[in-house]
Structure formats: structure tokens, C-alpha cells
């Protein structure tokens, strides 16, 4: 059993793909509705360690429909449950999103699934399924799907990505 204990709560191969989120990040955020992109707002995302090897915290700054936007997330590996867990938490209201996850196959993407309560239209625990994908070391997205809508129309938010090295540039 203590060998066991001891497996479950060190940090392994799964934690080290968080290192692939870290650093400081510009954003375009966009929202769809039946399909139809929203003009992109803008922000930055900083995302560094919260215990390192372990959890990473990411914080969001940016606007969101004309207004002041700021989020966080934590994320890391859950050995136990062998998945990627994120909780995320914003100024837009007062929910609590969490998910949970696996890497793709071939590495490059990892899909989570969750369940949020959508203020705008008062449904509770609606099915949605986070994309994050990777295309280099300096560009990622993400996509959030809402699992009630019909299919072709299910992309709800598309998040893209730059990460902006030393001396400003990305």
C-alpha cells in the first residue's frame, strides 16, 4: 500500500506536459453563436507554477464584450484518476468551472470534459468539451464546445494563443 501512496502523489510524465502552458501568452478570444464568430477581443495570459512539478496557475486579463475581464485557472495531473483536472473561475459570475481530462493520442491536444451552469439562459450542468491544442512552442487555442447544441454548431468560445518571448516579440 505505501508503494502504492508513493506512486499515486509523485509528480511524473503527465506533469511535464504542463511545462508546455507556461510563460506569457497574448490571446484573441471569440465567441460563436449558430456558428457565427464574434469581433475578437484581446488579452494576456500569464501561467506559471502553484506548486511546482504539480499544478500550474494561469491568470487572464483582458475585455470581454467591451468590459474589464479577468480569470483564473489551476490545472495539473490527478494520478489517481489518471487525468488532467482544471478548475477556472472569472469576474463574469460566480460559477466554478472544473473539468477533466486526457491527452490525444498523438500528444498534441488534450480534451477535457465538464459541466457549467449558463447565467444566460439559467440551465444548470450543461455537457461541455474543452480542446486545447498545440501547434508549436509558441501558438496554442482552445475551443469549448456546449455538447447541447446541434452538431456542426456545438463551438461556443475559440481562444488563440501567442506566446511572447524576450524582447517583446512573439
Same mark, same amino acid.
Given at each position: ?27 484573441? +478570444? =471569440? ?25 500550474? %496557475?494561469?491568470?487572464?486579463?483582458? *475585455?470581454?464584450?467591451? %468590459? ?6 489551476? $490545472? ?5 484518476? %489518471?487525468? +488532467? ?11 466554478? =468551472? ?7 493520442? *498523438? ?12 447565467? $444566460?439562459?439559467?440551465? =444548470? ?38 506566446? =511572447? ?6
Amino acid at each position: 500500500m505505501m508503494a502504492r501512496a508513493k506512486k499515486m502523489s509523485e509528480p511524473g510524465h503527465f506533469h511535464r506536459y504542463l511545462e508546455r502552458f507556461m510563460g506569457t501568452w497574448s490571446y484573441e +478570444f =471569440q465567441l460563436f453563436s449558430g456558428g457565427v464568430p464574434s469581433v475578437p477581443d484581446k488579452g494576456t495570459t500569464e501561467v506559471s507554477w502553484l506548486i511546482p512539478n504539480r499544478w500550474i %496557475q494561469s491568470k487572464d486579463k483582458g *475585455e470581454l464584450m467591451g %468590459q474589464a475581464y479577468e480569470g483564473v485557472m489551476v $490545472m495539473g495531473y490527478d494520478n489517481f484518476k %489518471q487525468s +488532467f483536472v482544471t478548475t477556472y473561475v472569472s469576474n463574469v459570475d460566480t460559477t466554478m =468551472q472544473s473539468t477533466r481530462g486526457r491527452l490525444a493520442p *498523438e500528444g498534441n491536444s488534450l480534451v477535457t470534459y465538464g459541466v457549467v451552469d449558463d447565467v $444566460m439562459t439559467g440551465k =444548470q450542468d450543461k455537457m461541455m468539451k474543452y480542446i486545447w491544442r498545440f501547434e508549436s512552442a509558441v501558438k496554442r487555442s482552445l475551443e469549448i464546445h456546449d455538447l447541447s447544441l446541434p452538431d456542426g454548431t456545438t463551438k461556443v468560445v475559440e481562444i488563440r494563443y501567442s506566446k =511572447q518571448v524576450a524582447g517583446g516579440g512573439k
